[in-house]
């Protein structure tokens, strides 16, 4: 059986889409990029860009009971694979040891004009 979460505190998802769906374990989630959750997307380096994904994924985890520490895989897409260096340097941050797999793929263009989108897949023990 599938869930949805849904929260007011991340960046909205159109009304085809979901932010997150857990099924069982496993929590996915939409890609998200680096937008506000009134909508606002945001200008910046890509630090500050990286971080206002991660704020949004954070959050809609929160929302399904778990945390960054239980992601197991992580898709990013990028406009420009040069900020990549940068983007790690920060991305470790968010995650600890042993680190989440990742693909990293250059497209050539994100919704809303963004440079950097994310989707995660966590894992965690449902309660019973």
């Not at 085809?16 to 200008?43: C, E, N, R, W």
């Not at 992601?71 to 694979?81: A, G, N, P, Q």
């Not at 809303?112 to 894992?123: D, P, Q, R």
């Given at each position: ?13 159109p009304g085809l889409l979901s932010q ?21 997307v945001i200008d910046g380096t890509p ?53 989440p797999v990742r693909e990293a793929i ?23």
């Amino acid at each position: 059986m599938k869930q949805e979460i849904k929260t007011p505190n991340a960046q909205s998802a159109p009304g085809l889409l979901s932010q997150a769906i857990v099924v069982g374990d496993f929590i996915y989630t939409a890609g998200f990029i680096h937008m506000t959750p009134d909508g606002k997307v945001i200008d910046g380096t890509p630090e500050e860009k990286l971080s206002q994904v991660m704020l949004n994924i954070q959050t809609v985890l929160e929302a399904a009971g778990a945390t960054l520490s239980d992601v197991v895989k992580v898709t990013l897409y990028v406009t420009d694979i040069s900020i990549l260096p940068t983007i790690n340097k920060h991305y470790v941050t968010y995650f600890s040891e042993p680190f989440p797999v990742r693909e990293a793929i250059c497209v050539k263009a994100l919704p809303l004009g963004a440079s950097i989108e994310m989707s995660v897949v966590a894992y965690k023990k449902a309660t019973s």
